[in-house]
């Protein structure tokens, strides 16, 4: 199965920015779909951003749209997520996952097969 480790998370002040990266394994990653989710105690899993397997098209919860931005590099097996002018609230643990082969990215976590371990990004007030 792929292999997804996401890193780039810490202790930022608000306003503050983080690049989160998230390196996957396998020769096919250039064709599936990825996405950006985070979990903040006491809550459900929310969407975050995802981006289309060609790099084309990106998606972005109205919670973060302006502030986040999605990317991927093929040719280093490598999705980032760019936070900039960063809130408390957005004080979560932060997934990467896999979607589907030449999908567009969807905000269901149901949509996504494969998931990394998590960086935790805390955001001081």
């Known amino acids: 199965q792929v292999r997804l480790v996401e890193s780039g998370g810490g202790l930022v002040q608000a306003g503050g920015s983080l690049r989160l990266s998230c390196a996957a394994s396998g020769r096919t990653f250039s064709t599936y779909a990825m996405g950006w989710f985070r979990q903040a105690p006491g809550k459900e899993r929310e969407f975050v951003a995802a981006?289309?397997?060609?790099?084309?098209?990106?998606y972005y919860a109205d919670s973060v749209k302006g502030r986040f931005t999605i990317s991927r590099d093929n040719a280093k097996n490598t999705v980032y997520l760019q936070m900039n002018s960063l809130k408390p609230e957005d004080t979560a643990v932060y997934y990467c996952?896999?979607?589907?082969?030449?999908?567009?990215?969807?905000?269901?976590?149901?949509?996504?097969?494969?998931w990394g371990q998590g960086t935790q990004v805390t955001v001081s007030s």
């Open positions: 996952a896999r979607g589907r082969i030449y999908g567009n990215g969807r905000s269901s976590p149901d949509e996504y097969g494969s």
């Open positions: 981006i289309s397997w060609s790099g084309g098209t990106t």
